[in-house]
Structures are given as C-alpha cells and as structure tokens.
C-alpha cells in the first residue's frame, strides 16, 4: 500500500521559509510524477508544483521564483522549498504523486494523496 508522509510544515511570517518534505512508501513502481497542491478554506484545492522523474518540473505561476520543486528517487522523497511566503501562502499543503501528466491540472487524476500538512503565515 502506497502512502506519502509529508513533513515540515508551521507557522511563519511575512517574508520567512520553510521547506516541505514528503517520503513515499510501498511502491512497486515510483510515480512518474510527484507533486504538491494546497487547499485553504473556501478554495478549491490547487497544484502549486509538480516534478517528472527526469527531473522537469512546472510551477504555479503565483508561487513562481520564491518555490522551488526538487525529488531524489532513490528516497523516493519530493521536496518543496518555499521562500517569500505571503499571506495568501496560507493553506494545507498536499503531498501527490500520479502516472498521467494531466493529474497537475486534473487533480481528480491523482492517484495517491499524502495527509496534508499546515502551513501558516501570520504577523
């Protein structure tokens, strides 16, 4: 049974970082794609990056130049620096990993979902 654990999560201010992790377990065969969506209260749930097993990787472009996407298959962990974190950053951020290149943009086409882990930015 496939499951993603995510960690790093917390509260911070205007301006600070943290830095997101998520291992995955109980594969047979790795997802060609990993990735990170975030859900705030009375929003939909939106992808904010996500990174093929070669390594490219597509970024929300709201989140563009302060978050940076990485994954080392060999720990089959994704990571998710987030740096200038604003306000609007506030959400619960969903580890993901998923075959179709569509699952991005179509998150009813992921096919594993991590707990979620809260991230707060507050002054």
């Known amino acids: 049974q496939v499951q993603l654990v995510e960690s790093g999560g917390g509260s911070v201010q205007p301006g600070g970082s943290l830095r997101l992790s998520c291992a995955a377990s109980g594969y047979t065969y790795i997802s060609n794609f990993m990735g990170w969506f975030r859900q705030s209260p009375g929003k939909e749930r939106e992808g904010v990056a996500d990174i093929a097993y070669n390594g490219s990787a597509t970024i929300r472009e709201a989140v563009k130049g302060r978050f940076t996407i990485s994954r080392d298959n060999r720990k089959n962990t994704v990571y998710l620096q987030m740096n200038g974190l604003k306000l609007e950053d506030t959400a619960k951020y969903y580890c993901?990993?998923?075959?179709?290149?569509?699952?991005?943009?179509?998150?009813?086409?992921?096919?594993?979902w991590g707990k979620g882990t809260l991230v707060t930015i507050s002054s």
């Open positions: 993901a990993a998923w075959w179709d290149g569509r699952g991005f943009t179509m998150s009813t086409l992921v096919d594993y």
